[in-house]
């Protein structure tokens, strides 16, 4: 399962309802921001998400309005909160950007209480979990060094518990070890495998991101069959020419793309505040029914096969409310 909270859906300045562009990965006890922009720190505490374990930022490229609300964020883990370490991910134009504004500007080489890691990043598999794995591939912009993100889920075997109790399996670590496909002995001599007890392979949630991108004939082949696809959609199709020109693409191209690679859900991004929500959203449905156009603090919720959920305002109260308590434990510990 994977969640994306939007801190900022505002494309290249913000709007009196829009952030700048970030957002929020929760992956289990993980947790990823993706980009950067000025003003984030404070739409993650307004969020309600906190900054606990929130050290992991993965950057689609080096623009400002994807990168600069790093200079605050990073003071702000440096002065107040008990996060020890930091990974930054981006392309070599990408981070020999934020070094400049990090280490040139808001720490100026000072004696830091945490340690700021940065990532080269390349084509390929980039971060591997038990659980799920992140990879990076390579989109068209403005400059080099632009990335797009796939956070995949991994197949697994659902255990049958009617199968097992029918086994006679006791409730306990026997199950966890045929789960974990190993073989099991039970009291009256019977040898139980995993094969008895598992069921077909089901794949796990793709979910793929893609920041700001002026093509996408050639990305094509990481959207395939994305269970929920992240894009912008800068420009209506009425401005196709001006989209291309500032290396951007459409509502209608994004829902286009979508629909074309067999994705079920699609929710457009990187909003210009030219337009109204309601004609984005009635341009991208025209092509591509299942699209939606993110807001600041929306809460997307993406489960194994299971439709995109937008969580409810009393579901994301109670996230919130997990969130405080876990800031809470982090205050007591310093």
Known sequence: MFEIVFLGTSASAPSVHRGLTAQAILAGEYRFLIDCGEGTQRQILRSGIGFKRLNRILLTHPHLDHILGLGGLMSTFARWESIEEVEIWGGRATLDRVSALLYGVVLDFERLPIAIHMYDLKPGTIIETKDFSVSTFPVTHRGPGC?????????????????????????????????????????????????????????????????????????????????????????????????????????????????????????????SRRYRERDIVEEARRTFPEAYVARDYDHFVMRRGKPVEKLSAEAKQASEAYAVAEERAGEDEK
């Open 147 to 271: 990335f797009g993100f796939t956070f995949q889920e991994k197949a697994r075997r659902p255990f049958l518990v009617d199968k097992a109790d029918a086994l006679g399996v006791p409730v306990g670590p026997e199950r966890g070890r045929l789960v974990s496909g190993q073989d099991v002995t039970l009291k009256d001599g019977t040898v139980v495998t995993p094969e008895m007890v598992l069921g077909a392979e089901t794949p796990g949630v793709k979910f793929v991101y893609v920041g700001d991108t002026g093509r996408t004939d050639n990305i094509r082949q990481y959207v395939q069959d994305a269970h929920t696809l992240v894009i912008e959609s800068t420009f209506l199709d009425t401005e196709a020419e001006q989209a291309r020109a500032f290396g951007h693409i459409t509502a209608r191209e994004a829902a286009t793309l979508a629909a074309e690679c067999n994705v079920q859900s699609l929710i457009l991004n990187h909003v």
